[in-house]
T-cell receptor, first 112, second 111 residues
Framework: DAGVIQSPRHEVTEMGQEVTLRCKPI?????LFWYRQTMMRGLELLIY????????DSGMPEDRFSAKMPNASFSTLKIQPSEPRDSAVYFC??????????FGSGTRLTVV | GQSLEQPSEVTAVEGAIVQINCTYQ??????LSWYQQHDGGAPTFLSY????GLEETGRFSSFLSRSDSYGYLLLQELQMKDSASYFC????????????FGTGTLLAVQP
């Protein structure tokens, strides 16, 4: 079991550029979550999917953020255009049923 | 809405016992979880309490009192590697797969 795989591990981009973060959940897990972590706001849930369907996106900060899950083994979080305040660590997590979440190693995003 | 309160920092020495408290306010309640996060790492699941009482997993135990909206994580025989941030998180009725995290407690274990 390779765990939840995120890429890239680090991303530095200029303000206004499009950023795409990728996640491969654990095989067989039917829930996928995107979280953002900052010192000021802690761990915030952005969106989650169940069986590839978005269930709750109330945490997505604004229209610049979008997430997709085209199949059970892949999800993306896109920011377009990116802004310096989007700098954070973005975590993807997956789970099956009522078990605990398994988090990926995260993507550290820096927007300059 | 939901809110969780934890102490921001706790310091203890190797071999000691430390308790990290968590109080919560939710419109409904489905369970309290605990996660550990080392600096620069990912949160990892430690424990889950759906019912009142104590759950023990090795050196770690977690307690829940639903009537008091309160729980704690107990770490025994502290080791240097236990230095990390610890988060409590709640799952709410009606959104049972949505975990809301507390602000975290930074535990520093000293020799």
């Amino acid at each position: 079991d390779a765990g939840v795989i995120q890429s890239p591990r680090h991303e530095v981009t200029e303000m206004g550029q499009e950023v795409t973060l990728r996640c491969k959940p654990i095989s067989g897990h039917d829930y996928l979550f995107w979280y953002r972590q900052t010192m000021m706001r802690g761990l915030e849930l952005l969106i989650y999917f169940n069986n590839n369907v978005p269930i709750d996106d109330s945490g997505m900060p604004e229209d610049r953020f979008s997430a997709k899950m085209p199949n059970a083994s892949f999800s993306t979080l896109k920011i377009q255009p990116s802004e310096p305040r989007d700098s954070a660590v973005y975590f993807c997590a997956s789970k099956q049923g009522h078990r605990g979440y398994t988090f990926g190693s995260g993507t550290r995003l820096t927007v300059v | 809405g939901q809110s969780l309160e934890q102490p921001s920092e706790v310091t203890a020495v190797e071999g000691a016992i430390v308790q990290i408290n968590c109080t919560y306010q939710t419109s409904g309640f489905y369970g309290l979880s605990w996660y550990q996060q080392h600096d620069g790492g990912a949160p990892t699941f430690l424990s889950y309490n759906a019912l009142d009482g104590l759950e023990e997993t090795g050196r770690f135990s977690s307690f829940l009192s639903r009537s008091d909206s309160y729980g704690y994580l107990l770490l025994q025989e502290l080791q240097m590697k236990d230095s990390a941030s610890y988060f409590c998180a709640v799952r709410s009725v009606g959104a049972t797969n949505k975990l809301i995290f507390g602000t975290g407690t930074l535990l520093a274990v000293q020799p």
